[in-house]
């Protein structure tokens, strides 16, 4: 059913590109990703977290009629020595009259503020391949969606819809190893097939269907922005009656604000996420609605040093209730869960060399994740890099305790065509 759905969005898409009447330029990369774990006693089946080389071909076509944009993967996976194939954007976009854009077809939405903290943006994620070393592009997963953008002397109005629940694309089990609660242990698939962890999204319905809503003008030096969102949760935070995972529905509206202040940059953002199956809060197996809020500051602090820090907290309702069915042998999170990340990027040789670190640790969950690289431009067309990801945590069923076996270092190199 996948591979149909993109098979005929590109069948559309070549369909109406001939309308464009202009060329088509392509261009695209090749890459080697090759990369092993640091901890020994991970119980992957493999002590290599990833090899891989993959192809990406682009191609667009800009005319007086609209605009066409693909980009496709083609990737050999070294470690099952198989072939797989991924079409991440293939979209139509076009003009109606002088004050409505559409873009259709399959596309990466973002929105937000956040430095890779995401409150009011909650398009779908891929975390397999942002702890495995591919390039940050691969953090966004891809979907297939409606999307309209009215202008008018209010501000701009953007309107999303995704026929198909889009979810965030979690550690399996397969390559990194996570904590399964219902055992009390880091686990993979190499313990067990019954690891392999991917629950079933909600049925292909028109009610369950995702809708977002952007409102954004500019308010003196800042840029404004409200939000809204109707779906579901996208990591599945939930349990039904047979302890199996779920997706709850989400109910999400939140606000931004970001701008020069300081001699840098200053963002603040909150969201308000109710959870609109466990609407009392008294569902234990449901999560509790809850509020998160976000500041964050980037300045260039030293020549080609540019460096930003940012404090999430993150607010759970009742959480009297959610305490009293916890079972105190084992830690659960607080009232207020405190996040802190940094982000520092150094440049060097005439900014043909790019160190990059970023770190997000969280005091009273007592965890951390670390990552950085080290990119070399060596040609305009070769790229070099090497780099590596480190998590760390005192709990197994924290967010980034639970990947504590999965430390892994990395080297990359990409050839731009």
Aim: hydrophobic share 35%.
């Amino acid at each position: 059913m996948k591979r149909f759905t993109i098979l005929s969005i590109l069948i559309f898409v070549l369909m109406v590109v001939p309308y464009a009447n202009a060329e088509i330029h392509t261009d695209g990369f090749v890459q080697g990703l090759f990369g092993g774990f640091v901890e020994s006693d991970n119980p992957t089946l493999s002590d290599q977290s990833v090899s891989e080389t993959r192809l990406q071909v682009r191609m667009s076509s800009y005319g007086d009629n609209g605009e066409f944009f693909s980009r496709s993967d083609f990737v050999y996976d070294g470690i099952s020595d198989t072939y797989d194939w991924e079409i991440r954007e293939a979209y139509l976009k076009f003009r109606l009259g002088s004050k409505i854009d559409f873009k259709v077809g399959r596309q990466i939405i973002t929105w937000g503020t956040g430095d890779l903290i995401f409150i009011n943006d909650v398009f779908a994620k891929d975390y397999r391949s942002f702890f495995s070393g591919r390039d940050d592009q691969y953090l966004k997963a891809p979907q297939n969606a409606l999307r309209m953008e009215y202008y008018n002397s209010l501000g701009s109005f953007s309107f999303v819809f995704t026929p198909r629940f889009e979810p965030n694309r979690l550690p399996t089990g397969e390559r990194l190893s996570y904590y399964n609660p219902f055992v009390g242990k880091i686990v993979s698939t190499n313990d067990d097939p019954m690891y392999y962890f991917e629950p079933p999204t909600p049925d292909p319905t028109f009610g369950n269907s995702e809708f977002a809503v952007r409102y954004q003008r500019r308010v003196g030096m800042y840029a404004f922005a409200l939000y809204f969102y109707k779906g579901f949760y996208k990591n599945p935070r939930g349990l039904d009656a047979n302890m199996m995972p779920v997706y709850p529905g989400l109910l999400l509206s939140g606000f931004s604000l970001r701008g020069q202040q300081f001699g840098g940059i200053l963002w603040i953002e909150g969201g308000y996420y109710n959870s609109k199956d466990n609407e009392d809060n008294a569902n234990p197996l449901l999560p509790n609605s809850s509020m998160s809020g976000l500041i964050g500051f980037e300045k260039q602090i030293a020549t080609n040093l540019t460096v930003n820090i940012q404090y999430q907290a993150d607010k759970m309702e009742d959480y009297d209730k959610f305490e009293a069915a916890q079972d105190s042998t084992f830690h659960y999170r607080d009232e207020i869960k405190h996040l802190i990340t940094s982000r520092w990027t150094k440049m060097l040789r005439d900014e043909t060399v790019m160190l990059s670190g970023f770190i997000f640790y969280s005091p009273n969950e007592e965890d951390l994740y670390f990552r950085f690289s080290t990119e070399y431009k060596y040609t305009d067309e070769i790229t070099l890099t090497a780099g590596g990801n480190i998590f760390d945590g005192t709990y197994a069923n924290t967010d980034f305790g639970q990947f504590a076996l999965n430390d892994n270092l990395f080297v990359k190199m990409t050839y731009n065509f």
